[in-house]
C-alpha cells in the first residue's frame, strides 16, 4: 500500500466497481478500488453472457471481466486487494478499517460491494451453477428455449419470472414451499392463467443432480415423501442479500434488509458517498445497469469533490 488516504475510494470490484474504475482512472481522479479477492463478483458464476452489449456472440462472465479490468488497468487503474470489515462515514473524511487492523481515508466513496443470491443450501447447488442452476431468469432463460425447467420460490420475483420464462421454455414448473403464493394476486392470476406453468406445493428441494449439467432434481413435501422431478434446468429465485455488513446501515438508511437507497445520480443520504450496482435499492440488477451506474458515480463524486475545493 502506497499511502492511506485517497480522494476516492471504490469499494468493490464488480461490474459497477470495475466501471467506476475505469471512469476514475481516465479522469485522473486520485483513487483506489479495493477489491476482497478476483474482481468479478456475481458475473464470475455466469457461465455465458449474452445480454451485453457490444458482444453479439456473447462471451464467459470470466471474459467479460477480464476484459473490463483489463480496460481499466490500460488507464492506470489503481487497485488493492484487502478484506473491509467496518466503515465510519460520519465525518467528511471517512474511514475504512480493513481486516488487518490499518485504516484508509477518502472524501469520496462509491459502494459498489454487491449482493448474493439467497441459496437453497442443498447438495448439486454449487456444484452445478452456471450448468443449470441459475439465480437470473432475466439473464439465462434464452439458454432453455423448449426445455423443461423449475422454479423455485413463491413471491413476486419467482411467479413473474416463470412467466418470463415461458417465451423460451416449453414447460415450467414452479415449486414452493406452502399452499399459497405470496406474490400480489394480480401476478398471481396471471400465473394461474398461464398453461405452460405448473405447480408444486407444499415441497422442498432437497437435492440437485446431473452429470454436465442439471437433469433431475430431488423434492420432499411437507408430510415427508420423496419424489424425483426430470428437469433442464432449475432457477432459484428466493431473494438475494445485500453485501452491506460492513456499512453503517442506519446512516445510509438503508432498506430491505441492507440495500441502499439512492437519487438517479447514485448519491446517497451521506454527502460524498455514492452506491451503484446490485447493493442499491432497485427492481433490477443486470450487469449492464451496474456498469452504468458505475459511471454515474464516478460523474457525481467528481462533482462533490470539485465542490470541497471550492
Not at 96 to 108: F, P, V
Request: with cysteine; charged share 20%.
Amino acid at each position: 500500500m502506497k499511502k492511506n488516504h485517497y480522494a476516492l475510494i471504490i469499494l468493490g470490484s464488480g461490474p459497477a466497481g470495475l466501471s467506476a474504475g475505469l471512469y476514475a482512472a481516465r479522469a485522473r481522479i486520485d483513487h483506489l478500488l479495493i477489491e476482497k479477492g478476483a474482481a468479478g463478483g456475481q458475473v464470475l458464476l455466469t457461465d455465458w453472457v449474452d445480454n451485453y452489449p457490444g458482444f453479439p456472440d456473447g462471451l464467459s462472465g470470466f471474459e467479460l471481466i477480464e476484459k473490463m479490468e483489463a480496460q481499466a488497468r490500460r488507464f492506470g487503474l489503481n487497485t488493492l486487494t484487502a478484506n473491509v470489515v467496518s466503515t465510519d462515514l460520519s465525518q467528511t473524511t471517512k474511514s475504512l478499517t480493513l481486516e488487518d487492523g490499518s485504516q484508509l481515508t477518502c472524501q469520496a466513496l462509491i459502494i459498489c460491494t454487491g449482493a448474493r443470491p439467497q441459496r437453497l443450501e442443498v447438495p448439486g447447488e454449487i456444484e452445478l451453477t452456471g450448468k443449470g442452476v441459475s439465480y437470473c431468469a432475466t439473464c439465462d432463460a434464452p439458454f432453455y428455449r423448449d426445455m423443461h425447467v423449475a422454479v423455485v420460490g413463491g413471491g413476486n420475483t419467482a411467479v413473474q419470472e416463470a412467466g418470463h420464462l415461458t417465451k423460451f421454455a416449453s414447460r415450467v414448473t414452479l415449486i414452493h414451499r406452502r399452499d399459497t403464493l405470496r406474490a400480489t394476486k394480480i401476478v398471481q392470476e396471471k400465473a394461474f392463467a398461464n398453461k405452460k406453468i405448473d405447480f408444486i406445493w407444499n415441497s422442498q428441494v432437497t437435492g440437485i443432480e446431473g452429470e454436465k449439467g442439471v437433469e433431475r432434481i430431488q423434492l420432499r413435501d411437507n408430510d415427508g415423501h420423496e419424489t424425483t422431478l426430470a428437469v433442464d434446468g432449475i432457477f432459484i429465485l428466493i431473494g438475494v442479500i445485500p453485501n452491506s455488513e460492513m456499512l453503517p446501515l442506519a446512516l445510509l438508511k438503508a432498506e430491505y434488509g441492507g440495500f441502499i437507497p439512492t437519487d438517479n445520480e447514485t448519491r446517497t443520504a451521506i454527502p460524498g458517498v455514492m452506491a451503484a450496482g446490485d447493493i442499491r435499492s432497485k427492481e433490477m440488477r443486470q450487469i449492464v445497469n451496474a456498469a452504468g451506474e458505475g459511471a454515474t458515480a464516478v460523474l457525481a463524486a467528481e462533482q462533490y469533490l470539485n465542490h470541497l475545493t471550492l
